[in-house]
């Protein structure tokens, strides 16, 4: 019986072990940080309350689990609203998880705002991030973006509409280029041409009666170069709201460029998953649990990490 006792008593404390890691792993070992872009108003702004102010906030990992890169974060919703649980705070999480740095945007959304107000919230976040970089402890060349849904349409806009270098600039922050040095996409929007856009995101950033140039614009397959950024597509062969047809041409020009590029299509699964873990507001579809392993080995291979410690397998369970 004693034997009994003891094998008991080591199995809840290695079971209360792993579940007070999991835990710490998914809600963070240190506490997030909001701040704001701009000192003061952002462009266009047409007031100064929450809906006004553009910020990031900041989730950096464990001081010696951290890497020497960061992605900013841009969450779905259509341009209308925000999924900054898990499209946002979630995916900061997971990327702490391997060394990463997170810095989850909320940018100015329809229908108070609309374009260019979020094309100039996320670039000012790259340009913050990279300015930056020495204090949240990465370096300058290796900020990426990484977005969902309209989110993928706002990061493939930022990656195919960057700004470079502006040493003249008033403002210290914009001196420095706006060009992430690598992207995931997530389910994008990437055209805004039909059949296969999104009606509703083009409608809510673009108004009832887009300017037919302004649609070509925001198409940003058409826009790809040599310069583009390598990138990393996720998609589901179901996604009814928005089609796979968005991730297939934007790898197309990717490849077309001469721009590294990976993409992924799952067979099965709904629009909108985020981590597919079940964890929060995200659904669990075990089916797509692997597209974030390939997308961390994706990320791996665009530089030498100082580590491979990662918990990220926490995330799936």
Same mark, same amino acid.
């Given at each position: 019986?004693?034997?009994?006792?003891?094998?008991?008593?080591?199995?809840?404390?290695?079971?209360?072990?792993?579940?007070?890691?999991?835990?710490?792993?998914?809600?963070?070992?240190?506490?997030?940080?909001?701040?704001?872009?701009?000192?003061?108003?952002?462009?266009?702004?047409? /007031?100064?309350?929450?809906?006004?102010?553009?910020?990031?906030?900041?989730?950096?990992?464990?001081?010696?689990?951290? /890497?020497?890169?960061?992605?900013?974060?841009?969450?779905?919703?259509?341009?209308?609203?925000?999924?900054?649980?898990? @499209?946002?705070?979630?995916i900061?999480?997971?990327? +702490?998880?391997?060394?990463?740095?997170?810095?989850?945007?909320?940018?100015?959304?329809?229908p108070?705002?609309?374009?260019?107000?979020?094309?100039?919230?996320?670039?000012?976040?790259?340009?913050?991030?990279?300015?930056?970089?020495?204090?949240?402890?990465?370096?300058?060349?290796?900020?990426?973006?990484?977005?969902?849904s309209?989110?993928?349409?706002?990061?493939?806009?930022?990656?195919?509409?960057?700004?470079?270098?502006?040493?003249?600039?008033?403002?210290?922050?914009?001196?420095?280029?706006?060009?992430?040095?690598?992207?995931?996409?997530?389910?994008?929007?990437?055209?805004?041409?039909?059949?296969?856009?999104?009606? @509703?995101?083009?409608?809510?950033?673009? /108004?009832?009666?887009?300017?037919?140039?302004?649609?070509?614009?925001?198409?940003?397959?058409?826009?790809?170069?040599?310069?583009t950024?390598?990138?990393?597509?996720?998609?589901?062969?179901?996604?009814?709201?928005?089609?796979?047809?968005?991730?297939?041409?934007?790898?197309?020009?990717?490849?077309?460029?001469?721009?590294?590029?990976e993409?992924?299509?799952?067979?099965? /699964?709904?629009?909108?998953?985020?981590?597919? +873990?079940?964890?929060?507001?995200?659904?669990?579809?075990?089916?797509?649990?692997?597209?974030?392993?390939?997308?961390? @080995?994706?990320? @791996? +291979?665009?530089?030498?990490?100082?580590?491979?410690?990662?918990?990220?397998?926490?995330f799936?369970?």
């Amino acid at each position: 019986m004693a034997i009994l006792r003891r094998a008991f008593f080591v199995i809840v404390i290695v079971t209360a072990a792993a579940l007070l890691g999991i835990h710490l792993v998914r809600s963070g070992v240190t506490p997030a940080t909001v701040v704001r872009l701009w000192p003061g108003d952002a462009p266009g702004s047409l /007031g100064t309350g929450d809906a006004d102010t553009p910020t990031i906030s900041v989730f950096l990992p464990a001081r010696w689990h951290a /890497g020497d890169a960061g992605m900013v974060i841009c969450p779905g919703g259509g341009y209308s609203m925000l999924q900054s649980s898990y @499209e946002g705070d979630d995916i900061a999480r997971w990327l +702490n998880s391997f060394g990463v740095a997170g810095f989850v945007l909320k940018y100015r959304i329809a229908p108070r705002y609309r374009f260019p107000a979020p094309l100039l919230d996320a670039q000012r976040a790259v340009r913050y991030v990279r300015y930056h970089a020495a204090g949240f402890g990465i370096r300058q060349d290796r900020v990426g973006i990484i977005g969902f849904s309209a989110g993928g349409h706002l990061a493939s806009t930022v990656i195919t509409h960057f700004q470079g270098d502006n040493p003249g600039a008033s403002d210290l922050v914009d001196r420095v280029s706006s060009r992430p040095d690598f992207a995931i996409l997530a389910y994008p929007i990437v055209t805004f041409r039909a059949p296969w856009t999104h009606q @509703e995101s083009v409608h809510n950033l673009l /108004g009832p009666n887009p300017d037919p140039a302004l649609i070509d614009e925001l198409s940003n397959e058409l826009h790809v170069t040599r310069d583009t950024p390598p990138t990393f597509l996720f998609h589901t062969g179901q996604d009814t709201a928005v089609p796979p047809e968005n991730s297939l041409m934007f790898y197309e020009a990717l490849r077309k460029a001469g721009v590294p590029a990976e993409l992924h299509i799952y067979a099965e /699964g709904r629009h909108g998953v985020g981590l597919a +873990n079940g964890h929060g507001n995200a659904p669990r579809v075990p089916r797509l649990l692997s597209w974030a392993l390939r997308a961390e @080995e994706w990320l @791996e +291979n665009q530089w030498t990490p100082e580590h491979r410690w990662s918990f990220s397998r926490l995330f799936r369970l």
